[in-house]
């Protein structure tokens, strides 16, 4: 183990949050919170796996 690498916990952090607000607005029924919700989600996923390949890449995964 490296250690904590800070930025892709926090991207994962921000995808949970995404997904609980996709619940919430299921929930209540708001079709503009889901959608952001899971744009958001779409493109959190998105960067952090490009930042993990770019990391792997360059050795420091």
Do not use: H, P, Q
């Not at 079709?31 to 960067?47: D, E, Q, R, S, W």
Request: proline letters at 0%; one cysteine or more.
């Amino acid at each position: 183990m490296n250690g904590i690498k800070w930025n892709l916990l926090l991207l994962a952090t921000i995808g949970a949050f995404s997904i609980v607000g996709f619940g919430i607005s299921v929930g209540a029924s708001s079709y503009i919170g889901m959608i952001a919700c899971l744009i958001i989600l779409i493109a959190v996923t998105g960067y952090g796996f490009k930042t993990k390949k770019k990391m792997r890449d360059e050795g420091k995964l």
